[in-house]
């Protein structure tokens, strides 16, 4: 594999991502987890009572792991609890070779997981592939552009993962807006994409919040074959 091109200008720190090129799904389901609970502690991850994944703290993208298809029963804990204090509990169905993100958004109150796919069925060679996902727990739908554009690529996102957009490859700014108002809430740093790449751009964090403020958050999905 060539040199790894998608290139994040500013300087942020994306944890222990993994991408995978399209050869290495093989047998098993592979599964990451992303941590956007604001207010929740660094938390275990376990499978099926055994556990995978330890200390993720909070806006932390964990790598890839290999986990068997079919499905599985995943608990997010607090680290260092036991199993009977997980804040998440969720049965998943995974296809062999397919690629999966569990989200934990919302407050730990409230906290929920989501579970998605990470595979574009109908990735382009020539173009990049993105995914939104909102997971910043105060903050209503919202428009999502390119900075210097005045029409916005995915609209009316919320509290979700939206499907993946085709774009142009090249370096691109965001500007996230609110669909009800139209105020400009966060713009993101400057990211790369690569054609034949599958990426996720993840708004997270307490919009008015000094402590938790809102972000934008790379991750590379699939990277195109050599």
């Known amino acids: 594999m060539s040199r790894i091109v998608f290139t994040i200008i500013t300087l942020l720190i994306v944890s222990a991502v993994v991408p995978l090129t399209a050869s290495a799904q093989a047998e098993p389901a592979l ?11 660094p938390v275990d991850v376990y499978v099926n009572g055994e556990r995978v994944l330890e200390n993720i703290g909070y806006t932390v993208t964990t790598e890839y792991l290999q986990v068997a ?26 296809i062999r070779g397919e690629p999966y993100t569990v989200v934990a958004v919302n407050n730990v109150a409230n906290i929920q997981a989501l579970v998605l796919s990470d595979k574009d069925e109908n990735l382009p060679a020539d173009l990049a592939s ?5 997971a910043s727990s105060n903050t209503g739908a919202f428009d999502i552009r390119p900075v210097g554009s005045e029409i916005p690529f995915l609209t009316d996102q919320f509290f979700t993962s939206a499907d993946y957009v085709s774009l142009p490859p090249g370096v691109y ?15 993101s740093p400057e990211f790369r994409f690569e054609a034949g790449w599958v990426y996720s751009i993840t708004l997270t964090g307490i919009g008015g919040s000094e402590a938790q403020p809102l972000q934008v958050r790379p991750s590379i999905d699939l990277i195109a074959s050599a």
């Open 69 to 94: 298809p079919g499905q599985q029963f995943i608990q997010v804990i607090p680290t260092g609890q036991g199993v009977e204090n997980a804040v998440i509990e969720a049965t998943v169905d995974l």
């Open 31 to 41: 599964l990451r987890v992303m941590h956007d609970s604001p207010d929740a502690p």
């Open 130 to 134: 993105v995914r939104v996902i909102h």
């Open 173 to 187: 700014q965001f500007e996230v807006l609110s669909s009800e108002t139209g105020e400009l809430l966060v713009t």
